[in-house]
């Protein structure tokens, strides 16, 4: 029997983590009954494209990315013409832009989009914006034949401003594979090695004068004496990293790291603690190594990716109550839920920095429900459940 095709679209594979649900899936989906192809756009100046995009064998569209411009038109008409090549039975887009794109265009192939979160409350855009953003997304979702959330919680926010009907969605979990650490003491000496500020000013292209922070000895490093808390993401408005150095303010004996990189990450570079680090973009597997807590300060989220990869470390977590995280985090059980509040969330980081200094209770029921609930393999095959189920 013939493998069925799938052509996958998404705008961009910046550093985040849709682009670690992709590849993750893509990679999960290869030993399936389907045939599967990335399409992906470029990444804007002042971003990273992840490095895992090289392992995909990815077909790149130049005049595609996350802003809109007059090279949409010629975006598209390479997606049309990449469509007419593969033929694909089904085309599955991802976030907006590329949702837009794929279901536009005139081709018998059914239609499946994946929302990785959404636009409804982020502080980045104006009510009149989310308000046209919602207008196209429930014309869209007309010509959509299975709508994909990555929570509960997106799908029914997105059900109630109208977009899409109980009927079309799905909600998957994403999948990661299991987090492999490395000893505190090797991960401290490599996360030291990244904090001389002239290293940090040359990787992330500022001057010293930019970073350099009063507030602490230039010759401080983290030592793990204390209690470390990493935050791990892009800086921009929505996910709030001013959040992060006002707690970190607030418990000074505590130490925190900041780790990524985005367009207010100077600014707040000026200004920080003695006890806040910032290390620019590090892998995964190292900021976990070294992490007793995690933290997530975000207006609005999908599902964040970190968080997962956090409780697949056994690492507790501190979080905002937005988007899906309630599906992430089991409240006072693998860490705690709060307001979009910088003195809540303080209290809650001191609460779980007590309970995991006498008990690892915390951590082991972290690791214990990541693994459960988000499986690379279960990802998959819900998706593979999904194409079968269309193609009859």
Request: zero cysteines; charged letters at 25%; proline letters at 4%.
């Amino acid at each position: 029997m013939a493998k069925y095709r799938v052509l996958h679209l998404i705008a961009r594979m910046n550093m985040g983590g849709t682009a670690t649900y992709l590849a993750n899936l893509m990679r999960g989906l290869q030993s399936g009954e389907g045939e599967h192809t990335l399409v992906i756009g470029s990444v804007p100046a002042g971003e990273i494209e992840d490095p895992v995009t090289s392992e995909l064998g990815v077909v790149r569209i130049s005049t595609l990315s996350r802003e809109f411009s007059i090279q949409d038109f010629a975006a598209r008409k390479s997606f049309k013409k990449l469509v007419a090549e593969y033929r694909p039975e089904i085309i599955h887009s991802h976030t907006f832009k590329a949702g837009l794109i794929a279901r536009t265009i005139k081709y018998p192939a059914k239609r499946i989009h994946t929302f990785h979160g959404h636009h409804l409350y982020d502080p980045e855009f104006s009510k009149m914006k989310v308000m046209v953003l919602n207008a196209i997304e429930r014309v869209l979702a007309r010509r959509t034949d299975r709508l994909i959330s990555v929570g509960k919680r997106v799908q029914d926010e997105l059900i109630a401003v109208g977009v899409g009907s109980v009927a079309q969605y799905r909600s998957i979990s994403p999948g990661i594979e299991p987090i492999k650490l490395l000893s505190r003491e090797s991960a401290l000496e490599e996360v030291n090695q990244s904090l001389s500020l002239s290293s940090y000013a040359q990787n992330q292209g500022f001057s010293e004068s930019r970073i350099t922070n009063p507030s602490r000895n230039p010759n401080s490093y983290l030592t793990g004496s204390r209690p470390i808390v990493v935050w791990l993401g892009r800086f921009t408005q929505v996910k709030r990293p001013d959040r992060v150095v006002e707690i970190a303010r607030l418990l000074p004996g505590i130490d925190f790291v900041m780790a990524g990189g985005g367009n207010l990450e100077r600014d707040l570079a000026r200004s920080i603690p003695g006890n806040l680090f910032m290390v620019g973009w590090q892998e995964k597997e190292l900021m976990w190594s070294i992490a007793d807590i995690g933290l997530s300060t975000s207006d609005s989220e999908g599902m964040p990716l970190s968080l997962v990869e956090a409780q697949m470390a056994g690492v507790p977590v501190v979080a905002t109550d937005v988007g899906s995280v309630a599906e992430i985090v089991e409240d006072r059980v693998t860490g705690w839920l709060t307001k979009r509040d910088s003195q809540e969330m303080a209290k809650a980081v001191e609460e779980v920095a007590a309970s995991i200094s006498g008990s690892n209770a915390m951590s082991t029921a972290s690791q214990a429900r990541a693994e459960r609930l988000f499986s690379v393999d279960m990802m998959a095959r819900a998706h593979e459940e999904l194409y079968r189920e269309l193609l009859g």
